[in-house]
């Protein structure tokens, strides 16, 4: 395994009252008396589950994972397992979790894992990061959790925590920020109790320093943190400047047929990638009835989608380059891996 950090007696920062060792002691004693002990990934948390509810986590809160993750481990019990299921499988289960490129990572990581290491992981950090999908926050997450080893992290949680406890100016998502705040975690991580202890700052971070109105009666770092100490906690973290989202328009097409509705799965490349939705069209079509319309917003843009019914004659002239077609049985819409908006928007329109 890598080396543990040194062991530091300093101050973490000259402003702050404990040592990394006394940080550490603290984080410790609040999660065992009130952190949380009974989420499905920590029995037993296998660097498997781990990695899965790790990925399942990324942009997704707890109580919606709960369900996948154990859909999941039933589906797919171990790496195995995942290496060889059929991608549409991985897609139709992940349905409903959205940023679907980590369900493809976390098949790729499976694959990875079984060809590189015989189904094991490896425990470097270095070595975990090499894995698909697998960042510096996973990577460390799964030696904390799964190997009770030492393993820095920084999510969402530890950020929000860290900016109000250090008074850390700045965009949150900053570099110079999260150079800070990685300098911070490797330095407080202890190296022992790693598993317990990571699990103490994300739940701190979810349960009592939340996003708005955090529970500062309840922390127990409230005589140490410097954004409560000098009535300041509202400042941070700093709110990010906020972007408006440009607008894209798309066309999608509306094929019912007795033999199903129409459905192409989408390029490797691109959003939604392999999912089945409705056929996407480069403009609105001529003499076409409109069906209806559906927003959706992703990170960088809104889409602004207009769906569209043509005479089934023109169907081959609208679809002018070839395309990974298909008519879908209505019975059998349930099973295949669709995209959220889209799925919505045919649901409402087989409904009506
Ligand atoms: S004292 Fe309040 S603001 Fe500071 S870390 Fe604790 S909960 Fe967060």
Redesign the pocket.
Known sequence: MSSPKKSNEKSVLPAFSLTADGFAQCVLAWQQQHGRHDLPWQQPATPYRVLVSEIMLQQTQVSTVVPYFQRWMETFPDLPTLAAAEEDQVMALWQGLGYYSRARNLQKAARYLVNEYDGQFPQELTELEKIPGVGRYTAGAIRAFAFDAYGPIVDGNVRR?FC??FTISGQPLSTAVNKTLWQLAEHLTPNQNNRNFAQGLLDLGAT??KPKS???EK?P??RH?Q??LQNR?AEFPNPKTKKTLPTRHGHFLWQLERDGLWLERRPEQGIWATLWALPELESAPENANLVGEFLHTFSHYKLRAQVWQVQALELNETLSQPRDLKAIDQEQLEQVGMPTPIRKFIQQQLQE
């Open positions: 925590l109000r406890l009592v320093c955090p529970n500062c922390c770092f409230v943190c954004a409560k906690v």
